[in-house]
């Protein structure tokens, strides 16, 4: 018994498909480092909630530790936390449209066989 040809624009179809899936992991993988990175970050805040604010705070920046006050780093961790946000925001939406096309391609897929 024969294996059923694939026809070129099946062949296509699954390429697309597969390009797709790995996208998907991709953004997956990015959205959970995003918010292991907004939890950190959420921590700090809370921590640094209660401190004085003449308090002596270091912030790192790659192996360097510089020395900053309890506003600064506030508002530091703060536009970070917005920045992170939007890019969840970002990724999530795309992640949602990714899913469909790929549920979608593979429902042309396994329609064809």
Excluded: C, W
Aim: charged letters at 35%.
């Amino acid at each position: 018994m024969a294996a059923p040809q694939i026809t070129p624009e099946q062949q296509e179809e699954l390429q697309r498909f597969n390009q797709l899936v790995q996208e998907l992991e991709i953004i997956r993988v990015n959205l959970q480092q995003f918010e292991l990175e907004k939890r950190d970050i959420t921590t700090a805040l809370k921590e640094t909630k209660d401190l004085d604010p003449s308090a002596v705070i270091y912030r790192s920046a790659g192996r360097l530790l510089f020395q900053s006050n309890v506003e600064d780093i506030k508002k530091h961790l703060t536009e970070q936390q917005e920045k992170i946000e939007v890019r969840l925001s970002s990724l999530t939406n795309r992640e949602k449209k990714l899913v469909s096309s790929v549920k979608e391609l593979q429902e042309k897929l396994v329609g064809k066989k």
